[in-house]
């Protein structure tokens, strides 16, 4: 699998499973690095698609696991949010990688997670408190 090609398939399945909108719904930047195995694709709506999607980027990561095998990595973003969920995806002979692209760009246009909040009244009834707390 080559890296430039996975994001490009990424990109592929983002666009086709947007709205449809005059021009392309997205701006997109790529940027790689081959010698370090390293892609970003960044996204940003268009200002005529009106998509309820904000901005954001899939990095991706590839690099090669102690047994050999081939293993990527995409880390997704988004504008205004502080989850940073990692897909793998590892190579295999059954692995369909144009499948494995469509699922992270699926994954991303889904949008962020929801950030599980704990508060103070629950940390204290589970016994949890801050770690500069418990170390001293």
Not at 19 to 46: E, K, Q
């Amino acid at each position: 699998m080559r890296l430039l090609s996975f994001l490009s398939d990424v990109e592929k399945s983002l666009i086709a499973e947007s709205p449809v909108v005059d021009g392309g719904a997205w701006d997109s930047i790529r940027m790689v690095n081959f010698s370090h195995g390293l892609a970003r694709l960044t996204l940003t709506p268009r200002p005529a698609a009106d998509l309820p999607y904000p901005g954001g980027s899939i990095f991706l990561q590839a690099f090669v696991l102690a047994d050999g095998s081939l293993c990527l990595k995409a880390n997704l973003s988004w504008k205004g949010s502080e989850a940073f969920p990692v897909l793998a995806v590892y190579s295999t002979p059954s692995t369909n990688w144009k499948l494995e692209a469509s699922r992270v760009a699926s994954a991303w246009l889904e949008g962020p997670p929801a950030m599980a909040t704990i508060t103070s009244a629950e940390a204290d009834a589970q016994g949890l408190q801050p770690l500069a707390m418990a170390a001293g």
